[in-house]
Structure formats: structure tokens, C-alpha cells
């Protein structure tokens, strides 16, 4: 943010953040919890979101725009959670910590699912990932992980033939 924007209290807009309303306009898309079985709930919804958040970044990884567009993402992953955690009567101190614990989580899921998306990944490597980040440890059935699993493949697939700009202005696959 420019020293002039802060200093007058405007907020200058995020070049990512028609980017990131589109991962959370997908993440929030009603097949993942019904289909693919995601809990509906607070922490369900943080799931899907972060995880598509997180084939996002991994596709973005190896543009030459990578930092800014991962800083500006991640500003608006921040600025998102921040408001959630208010918003459900969260206070000031212990806000900073969530977001933390977020970030991490974040962190976590890209990690996760990088190693086990690789070309030399074990069989099953993806689905097991899926249990440990998006189902949180419980397995939700074949059915719905096969959902889930086929539909974040078919994402990060997909996500390969965007370019870097169309990704900006919030056209996902």
C-alpha cells in the first residue's frame, strides 16, 4: 500500500483480488459437501478453500510473477480470514494467533499436495493428503475422497492451460 493511501485511510485495490474471490467462489461451490462429502461448517469451508487456495498458489509457482502474485494472495487469504474470525466474535488477541495457525495450514495443504501431485508420487499419495488436510483425519468413504480427488485433479489440470493474467482477473477453468 502507497504511504499516501495509508496516510489518507484509502486502501489501494489488490491486483489478486479478483483471484481470490474466484477461489473462494470455487472452494465454495455446493459438489464439494455433498458429493465429496466436505463438512459444511466453519472449519469444512476453510478446508475447501484453502485447499483450492492452494492448487492456486501451486499452479502461480512458477510464473516469473510468482512473489508478488503469492504476496498479494496470501494479503487477501489474511485480510479474509482476519474478518471471519471477528465476524464469529474471535477478539483482538487471540485473532493473531488464528491467523497464524491458518498460514500454516496453508503452508501445510501446499506442501502436501506438491509432493503428492509429483509425477513420482505414490498411488493413493493424493488421496491420502486429502484425508490429512481436507478431511481433517476421517476418512469420508471412497466415494466421496474419489469426488474430491477427481475434481482437485481435474482443477490443477485445468488450471495449466490459464495464463498468468486470466488468473489475475479471476477467470478459473
Aim: with cysteine; proline share 5%; glycine share 10%.
Amino acid at each position: 500500500m502507497r504511504l499516501w493511501d495509508r496516510l489518507t485511510g484509502r486502501k489501494a485495490e489488490n491486483p489478486a483480488a479478483a483471484l481470490y474471490q474466484a477461489v473462494v467462489a470455487r472452494g465454495r461451490e455446493p459438489h464439494w459437501y455433498e458429493a465429496g462429502q466436505v463438512p459444511d461448517s466453519v472449519n469444512g469451508r476453510f478446508d475447501m478453500i484453502a485447499s483450492v487456495l492452494g492448487l492456486v498458489m501451486l499452479r502461480i509457482e512458477h510464473e516469473p510473477e510468482a512473489a508478488e502474485t503469492t504476496a498479494r494472495l496470501t494479503e487477501c487469504f489474511v485480510e479474509d480470514m482476519d474478518g471471519q474470525l471477528r465476524q464469529i466474535g474471535i477478539g483482538d488477541v487471540v485473532v493473531g494467533k488464528g491467523i497464524g495457525k491458518m498460514m500454516a495450514l496453508l503452508g501445510g495443504r501446499i506442501g502436501a499436495y506438491r509432493d503428492a501431485l509429483a509425477p513420482d508420487a505414490e498411488p493413493g499419495a493424493f488421496a491420502a493428503a486429502l484425508v490429512r488436510n481436507l478431511y481433517r483425519g476421517e476418512n469420508p468413504g471412497a466415494e466421496a475422497l474419489a469426488h474430491s480427488a477427481d475434481a482437485m485433479r481435474a482443477l490443477r489440470d485445468r488450471l495449466a492451460g490459464v495464463s498468468h493474467d486470466e488468473l489475475l482477473a479471476g477467470r478459473l477453468p
